[in-house]
C-alpha cells in the first residue's frame, strides 16, 4: 500500500494510521503519520475534524498521544471559525454548510473537542453556537430553519434548502447534541433544540435535503423514490441520530420509532439494492457500523442480528474491489468496519457513539 499524499483523514495518510493505531500496531502507523505532516500541518480555511491540525489531533489522541501545540492550534481554528459564525449570524446572512457540518464544519471540531479530558469554554461554546441553528431565522421575509443553506453540497439550490445528512447536514449537530448531553455535557437550551431537530428528521428525514417549495407546501411531502440508506446521506445515518436523541431525552417511544425506521430500511430491497461498494461513507462499511451502534442501544438487538451478518458478509466481499487507501472512501476505513474493534473510538468520527 502506498502512502497517499495528502494530509486528510478522509483520503489521506491519516486514515491509514488510524487503522494501524486501532490494530496497536504502532510500528506501521508511524510512517503515514510522518506522510501526513512532511509538509506542515494547516490551520487555515481547510483545517477540520477531517484535515489538518484537527484531524492530527484525532488521529494522534486514539494512541493516547497528546500534542499541546497540535492542541493550541486547534484551539485558534475553532475561535476564528465561532468568531466567523458569529459575524454572519449579526449580518443576517444563512450559513454555508461547511459552517456547521460534520465534514468541514463546527460539528466536527466539537467532535474532537469531546474527546478531549474534561469540559471546555471551547467545548460549550460549540455546543451554544449548534443550539442556535435550531431557532428559525428569517431571511427576505420567510421564516427559515437556522441551518438553512442557499449553497448546496456542490451547487446552488434555488431558494435554498435544509440539508438532512449527518455529513453535511443538521443530522450531524442533532447527533452531536444528543451524544454531549448523553455525557452529561450540556448549555442552556440544549435539550429544547435536540427536540426540534429531532421533529424536523422525523418529518423531512426521508429526503436528502428539503428546498423551499417542499418547505412551503400544505402537506408534508412523501419521498417517492428508494434512496440510498448509508451513513452520510440516508436512513441509517439519521435511524442513529433519531436514536440518540431519543437517549438525550429519555423518549423511549423516539427510540422504538429510531430503530424501526433502521430496520425497515436494512429490510428493503430496493433500498439496500442501492449500495454499490464497501466504504464506509455510503458503503457496506458505513452501513455495517452504524447497524452495530444502534443495535448495541437498542433493547431488542437481537432483530438486528441476521443483518449485521448479511452487512458483514457483503462488506467481506466487496472490500477488495475499493481501489483508494483512505478511511472515507477506501480500504482503511472498511477494514476498521470489517475487524469489528473501537478501542480507539474511532466511531466517533462518524458520530454514531
Known sequence: MNPPTTQALAEGALGVALLHIERDDLAAARPF????VAGGVSTGANACLFHGAPALEF???RAGRVDR???AAVDRVVAARLAAASRRRESAR???LAEFDLIRGLTGLGVLLLTR????LLTEQVLAYLVSLARPVCSDGRELPGWWSQAGPGHEIAGGHGNNGVAHGIAGPLALLSIASRRGIEVAGQADAIGVLARWLNRFGGFYWITHDQLSAAETPQASLARRPSWCYGDLGIARALQLAAIALGDSARRQAAEDIAMAALTDPARIGRITDASLCHGWAGLLT??????ADSSTSGRFTACLEQLSGRLSAGIG???KPGFMEGRAGAHLALDGTNATGWTRTLLID
Do not use: K
Open 290 to 295: 452504524v447497524t452495530r451502534a444502534i443495535a
Open 59 to 61: 488521529v494522534l489522541s
Open 69 to 71: 501545540e497540535v492542541q
Open 117 to 120: 479530558a474534561g469540559t471546555s
Open 321 to 323: 474491489a475499493l481501489s
Open 33 to 36: 503519520l510522518t506522510e501526513a
Open 94 to 96: 444563512l450559513p454555508h
